[in-house]
């Protein structure tokens, strides 16, 4: 077992010494603002760095170029290694919190997930609000792609790395002819994406380290805020429009925002029939729920809209934020919100889910069987973007629709199991495995995960790893043939 694993831990061990110098960004916002982290942020940091060279000591005979399967494990380690080293300024910083509560924030944030535990964000030390948004970026695209952007020089197989992290049903597709040219151009992307995010929201009316802190939490949907109150703090539409215009853009396939910079031009979104009937779903569900709320007594029309848009389009598409606590809305409403969490996030975007693309097919390969079963002998072709899709993808896209909808029973029964009522617990599995934070009940956007006990906040860690790592990445590892040579 050693000498399979060592290779990996090797790999692993460099990538620890990246996060490590990164962790020195926070320890500097914590210098400027003087707010008593800075010997946590700098502690976790060395050592950090120290264990990392430890391991590299002690691997360095057993490197290799890693395997195709070799990917899966060092994935896995990794989300799980650096969620455990984000933990600890948490665990530093509140003394009388065990290290459970530290755990689940540093997993919700590394997989954008947006779910929270801490009930003072207005008050927390501005170096830990600002790591939060900080884990949430680098979540956001996947610590393993920036890695292959600039560190060529790991010496592992960064093909292996990129597809077992990126999520999406043709993980074969490259922007650029090697892998580290791709990487570095959805760096480039996200970065120019977020930093245009932040200027607006800077124009609208937030201060510099809001604007920043949203800005990384946004683009990447996120969802974490500096406000317990969420967006509903500022009060602003203008920010509100911002912040969903920018998670409209983080939910589209990167191939789109490449195609829009060649082009000049918003027609490569609309070209694409994974964002356009994401777009057409989401604005007529838009609609649909706002003139029901209206109907219902809840807001004036141009309210109705306001909320409606505001939460179905952060809450549908993954994000996370929240301008209103959607759960006193109707139940009709607020389930179908949190079902589209499910399906309308784009492949090859920020969003969880089952993607819009898996959706497609799934229903169009439906609709070819009731069509076969009036013409047996018809031969019907499924295509999506003009491109045939095969039996084999469709098959893997029941696949895995089918694992993920059980992965959601079998946690909402153990939730329950623990004491949580159905909604409660739907709602919370629904929202951590789609990694869109808020749900309903008392996890609502006006509570959080706090009041869950121990094993539930484990759960939810667990289910939101296996949402950001679509499942098989994760269980791939449970199975005897993975570890046979």
């Not at 043709?170 to 002819?177: L, R, T, V």
């Not at 906040?457 to 993975?482: H, N, Q, S």
Request: proline share 4%; charged share 15%.
């Amino acid at each position: 077992m050693y000498y399979k694993i060592a290779p990996i831990l090797h790999a692993l061990s460099k990538l620890a010494a990246l996060y490590a110098v990164l962790m020195l960004v926070p320890t500097a916002v914590s210098y400027l603002f003087h707010d008593s982290t800075f010997h946590a942020f700098a502690g976790t940091s060395l050592v950090t760095l120290a264990g990392s060279v430890a391991v590299w000591a002690a691997t360095r005979h057993r490197r290799r170029e890693l395997r195709a399967r070799d990917g899966f494990t060092l994935v896995f380690l990794l989300w799980l290694g650096f969620a455990a080293i984000s933990a600890l300024p948490f665990y530093f910083y509140f003394p009388n919190a065990g290290y459970t509560d530290a755990f689940f924030e540093a997993m919700s944030g590394l997989t954008t997930t947006g779910a929270t535990v801490i009930s003072s964000l207005d008050t927390l030390a501005p170096s830990l609000n600002f790591w939060r948004h900080m884990m949430n970026w680098f979540g956001g695209m996947g610590i393993i792609v920036l890695a292959v952007a600039i560190l060529p020089m790991l010496g592992v197989g960064g093909i292996q790395l990129f597809k077992a992290e990126i999520p999406g049903i043709d993980k074969d597709s490259k922007m650029a002819p090697r892998i580290s040219q791709t990487a570095k151009r959805l760096w480039l992307v996200y970065l120019g994406f977020t930093l245009l995010t932040c200027a607006a929201l800077k124009w609208a009316g937030m201060g510099w380290f809001d604007a920043v802190c949203h800005a990384m939490s946004t683009f990447s949907l996120g969802g974490f805020s500096t406000h317990d109150a969420s967006i509903a703090f500022y009060k602003s539409p203008v920010i509100e429009a911002v912040i969903a215009a920018a998670t409209l853009f983080g939910a589209f396939n990167f191939a789109n925002h490449f195609a829009m910079a060649r082009e000049k031009s918003l027609r490569p979104y609309w070209r694409d029939e994974e964002a356009r009937v994401m777009l057409i779903v989401l604005f007529a569900s838009i609609a649909a729920a706002a003139l029901y709320l209206w109907q219902q007594g809840y807001y004036p029309l141009p309210d109705a809209l306001r909320y409606a848009g505001f939460n179905f389009i952060s809450i549908g598409l993954a994000n996370g934020f929240a301008n209103a606590d959607f759960a006193r809305w109707p139940l009709l409403v607020t389930l179908w919100m949190f079902f589209l969490s499910n399906v309308l996030a784009n492949t090859g975007s920020m969003g969880g889910g089952i993607k819009m693309a898996r959706a497609l097919v799934l229903a169009k390969f439906s609709l070819r069987e009731v069509s076969l079963l009036l013409h047996p002998n018809a031969v019907r072709t499924v295509k999506l973007n003009k491109r045939s899709v095969s039996e084999r993808t469709a098959m893997a896209v029941m696949a895995f629709i089918f694992v993920y909808f059980m992965t959601v029973v079998i946690f909402t029964l153990g939730l329950m199991a623990g004491g949580m009522d159905f909604v409660t617990a739907l709602s919370a599995t629904v929202a951590c495995i789609t990694n869109a934070g808020p749900g309903l009940g008392s996890v609502g956007p006006g509570d959080n995960y706090a009041a869950l006990t121990d094993l539930q906040k484990w759960m939810c860690c667990a289910v939101m790893l296996l949402g950001r790592l679509e499942i098989f990445t994760v269980f791939i590892l449970f199975t005897p043939d993975y570890w046979k040579k």
